[in-house]
């Protein structure tokens, strides 16, 4: 499995963003979730999607503001952003997985990231 996220850029504050994360292969079984890492910061998990349609997830920090989705194929993976804060400056991996478990770890699958830039 290899992702590739796109979307990033530079946005002023309250504005929104869409990232995407397409797969070369077949993840529609998978557990996928976006990431970020801030500069200075350990990565910490955004938001993620399980394949079992069993729900989404969210760090408390972009809920309501951040909403996982899946193409109806399931390799596609977007993340849509609204109301940026500065604070949301980061680098956005999307990654994947099909461990179970806890939904913010176990992820073998990494993107090479998207800069997400919000001036205030």
């Known amino acids: 499995v290899q992702l590739v996220e796109s979307g990033g850029g530079l946005v002023q504050a309250g504005g929104s963003l869409r990232l995407s994360c397409s797969a070369s292969?077949?993840?529609?079984?998978?557990?996928v979730a976006w990431f970020r890492q801030a500069p200075g910061k350990e990565r910490e998990f955004v938001a993620a999607s399980r394949s079992s349609g069993s729900g989404t997830f969210y760090a408390d920090s972009v809920k309501g503001r951040f909403a996982i989705s899946r193409t109806s194929t399931k390799n596609t993976v977007y993340l849509q952003m609204n109301n940026l804060k500065p604070e949301d400056t980061a680098v956005y991996y999307c990654a994947a997985q099909n461990v179970g478990g806890d939904i913010s770890r176990g992820y073998g699958y990494w993107g090479q990231g998207t800069q997400v830039t919000v001036s205030s």
């Open positions: 292969g077949r993840i529609g079984s998978y557990t």
